[in-house]
């Protein structure tokens, strides 16, 4: 039997039995999970800015931006500077005088999804956030804990 009917017999023999079973599987990773709770579009950081530095202490990423909160809505510049992610809307609640908020961006251009989870206690911010890029072949995160100080709030176009 000549070499290409072997390799034409051992292929049919092998789809036929399903033995060739090509498999590209992309583990996800689940976004930053948000505590359940009374949210709400309450607007009750509008008009502040926030000064926030951190690192990714897995990758030494760094992140020192603004973020912004304007008529129920949220933009991170450094976001906004990386992929157009544009003004979200944003939510609240109250716990113990302490205003905790959440959002979800996603770029409009590229498979990225930011999650923000922080609190506002007066002046002082705390956040948790992750950055997470997704493509059928594989899935990256960024988690960041990030802290922060409210700065005056600049005319913002956009």
Partial sequence: MSQILQIA?????????GAATLSVMNQDIPDLAVPEGDWAATGALDGRTFKIY???????????DNILFRD??????DCE???NFGWTDYQTKEVDGVIHFTTT???PDAPHTV???GTVSGDAVSI???WTTRRWY??????????????PSKPVSG
């Fill in 9 to 17: 017999a051992i292929a049919a023999a092998t789809f036929g039995t």
């Fill in 54 to 64: 951190g690192e990714d202490p897995a990758s030494g990423s760094v992140l020192d």
């Fill in 72 to 77: 129920g809505t949220f933009m991170s510049v």
């Fill in 81 to 83: 500077d990386y992929c």
């Fill in 105 to 107: 961006a996603i770029c």
């Fill in 115 to 117: 999650v923000w989870y």
């Fill in 128 to 130: 948790d956030v992750t």
């Fill in 138 to 151: 594989w899935t990256n995160q960024i988690a960041e804990r990030v802290g922060g100080e409210a700065v």
